[in-house]
């Protein structure tokens, strides 16, 4: 599969350090990230187990959502077009040598499940992740063909956290991308979106990085939101968006019906860096 020439922003993605992002955001922060764990906890709660296949497009070099969604699954496809963050994530698949340590977040998961907890629930649980871990592949929104061939689904569940809002430098390429993740989905399927909606200060001084251009992300210089957040009316101040409605009328348009909807407050105080984040979900009839 080719890069998508529709829109080159996604090329910048090329040299994105998912090790500085994941020490940076993750590594000893599990207070802020807990608020994601529960949000996505609560949307698969409503399914039964081991019953749903999920599409994570975008994904960066995380696994929150495989963490929060793992007792559900039949089957997990991760993908992401930096080939960093896909080998960062393999790392972990496959139980490397240097593979960042997701034991904190899943045994916190676990004991949001009502659990103990115990290191070998944790273990049981970190061998389960890898098991439903069909594959990390490439992807590509701007591309004709979104997915590699054998993956292109359906899936009963397609979800693109924190991704389109930073590739995508209009509403049209925004609508064009949600429309293409909506065709990867079964019939009844859902599409999960996760978007900043204002953002403050991207710094990271105590890791001696002044900003996130560190880690080669599309920012603009240090407190500064990236420049496609203008679309659908976000501000560079920190206000919060003036019309979110776009998301909405945008998976609307794709013939997603609007089911669920989170938004909260995202702080790092240590790197002051604080962020509004909205998660999305519409159904497919």
Not at 262 to 269: A, D, I, L, N
Request: glycine content about 8%; overall charge negative; hydrophobic content about 35%.
């Amino acid at each position: 599969m080719e890069h998508g020439q529709e829109e080159g922003q996604q090329l910048k993605y090329d040299n994105f350090d998912g090790d500085v992002y994941l020490k940076a955001f993750y590594e000893g922060k599990l207070e802020c990230n807990s608020c994601f764990l529960h949000s996505y906890g609560e949307f698969y709660s409503q399914f039964s187990d081991a019953s749903i296949e999920l599409l994570n497009f975008g994904a960066g070099p995380t696994i929150l959502e495989l963490i929060a969604s793992a007792r559900k699954l039949s089957r997990y496809v991760h993908a992401d077009y930096g080939k960093m963050n896909r080998a960062i994530v393999e790392r972990w698949w496959k139980n490397e040598p240097g593979a960042f340590d997701w034991r904190e977040y899943i045994r916190y998961y676990l004991k949001f499940e009502g659990r103990s907890g115990t290191d070998e629930e944790v273990a049981e649980r970190e061998e389960s992740m890898r098991r439903l871990t069909e594959a990390v592949v490439y992807c590509d929104v701007f591309a004709d063909e979104v997915m590699p061939r054998g993956y292109e689904g359906p899936y009963d569940v397609v979800c693109s956290l924190s991704c389109l809002d930073w590739i995508c430098t209009s509403t049209e390429a925004l609508g064009r991308s949600i429309e293409k993740l909506s065709r990867l989905l079964k019939n009844g399927g859902y599409l999960m979106l996760e978007c900043s909606i204002a953002a403050e200060d991207h710094g990271l001084p105590e890791r001696g990085v002044d900003n996130m251009d560190e880690c080669h992300v599309i920012h603009t210089k240090p407190g500064y939101i990236p420049c496609n957040h203008a679309i659908g009316g976000f501000k560079y101040d920190g206000q919060l968006v003036e019309n979110l409605t776009t998301y909405k009328k945008l998976m609307q348009s794709c013939g997603l019906t609007m089911v669920h909807q989170y938004e909260y407050k995202y702080h790092y105080p240590a790197n002051h860096y604080t962020d509004i984040i909205a998660i999305m979900i519409g159904k497919k009839p």
